[in-house]
């Protein structure tokens, strides 16, 4: 979406706001929470063809697992926003050759997992229905796949998860929030209306869900991977994952981006994972 499309909606939804704040506050949500892409393509459906295929549920949604099957470590891998379990192509052939138990979900509204809207709290509880599952003692986490997995061990405590690895993830929900509203242009009628929602159907204001500070009560270990250069995700928040995450490894790479899909970076993840 063009940048002038972008601030052409969130002129539409300012205007709007002057006659209905929480009309074009709901609005705005319904945007923020809507991904426009992430299902499968032809070509994405080739790298998930080769697993055993099973669906779950939580609240009535179906959760899409993958699973390779082998006899080492059970490694669960979340993908991140506007993506789907085929991302993790670069590196699944290296854990098949560790023989590890892999298992994959599609994150909500994401693959062929069931829903139209995403956030993080839901797919952390999609993360805790497939983990209670197949109990891995590993858990990588892609962008918001790493904070919703943060969420996951934080709120349901699971202790067969030894450690985790966070690629690229939000540190805390305030900074993903105010880059939206920065680059839709929100006026505060928009941006006040899209804090109180939060805190109305979630219990909390937008300032609670820290993943950076949940760690703090996370025991597994933690290896946390962030580009200088990530244009999505600041390197700040690889900086304050690793100062609050007291268990806690930081590599930092520079020109790998958001993606950190360089196979450079796959021996030090199997490293992390063999100690």
Not at 164 to 172: D, E, K, N, S, T
Not at 215 to 229: P, S
């Amino acid at each position: 979406m063009s940048s002038f499309v972008i601030k052409s909606i969130g002129n539409a939804l300012n205007f709007t706001s002057l006659i209905s704040p929480k009309y074009a506050s709901k609005k705005a949500l319904n945007l923020f929470t809507s991904p426009r892409k992430g299902r499968y393509s032809e070509h994405q459906l080739k790298v998930i063809n080769s697993a055993s295929f099973e669906e779950l549920s939580y609240d009535n949604l179906n959760i899409a697992t993958y699973h390779w099957e082998g006899k080492n470590k059970t490694v669960l891998l979340a993908h991140g926003w506007e993506s789907n379990s085929s991302r993790w192509s670069y590196i699944l052939e290296a854990l098949k050759a560790q023989d590890y138990n892999i298992i994959a979900l599609d994150g909500p509204a994401h693959g062929k997992s069931g829903g139209k809207q995403f956030n993080a709290i839901l797919y952390s509880e999609f993360i805790n229905v497939v983990a209670k599952k197949f109990q891995p003692e590993v858990v990588i986490g892609h962008s918001v796949g790493g904070m919703a997995s943060v969420f996951c061990m934080y709120n349901h405590n699971l202790p067969f998860v030894k450690k985790m690895v966070l690629l690229g993830a939000p540190a805390h929900f305030t900074g993903v929030f105010s880059r939206y509203k920065s680059m839709m242009g929100y006026n505060k009628r928009i941006s006040n209306g899209l804090d109180n929602i939060v805190l109305n159907r979630f219990g909390n204001p937008v300032d609670y869900f820290s993943a950076a500070n949940f760690t703090k009560a996370i025991e597994a270990e933690g290896l946390i991977i962030h580009d200088k250069k990530d244009k999505i995700i600041p390197y700040e928040d690889g900086q304050l994952f690793a100062n609050r995450y007291k268990y806690s490894e930081l590599i930092t790479t520079s020109g790998f981006g958001h993606g950190l899909k360089d196979k450079s970076l796959t021996p030090k993840i199997i490293d992390f994972i063999n100690q």
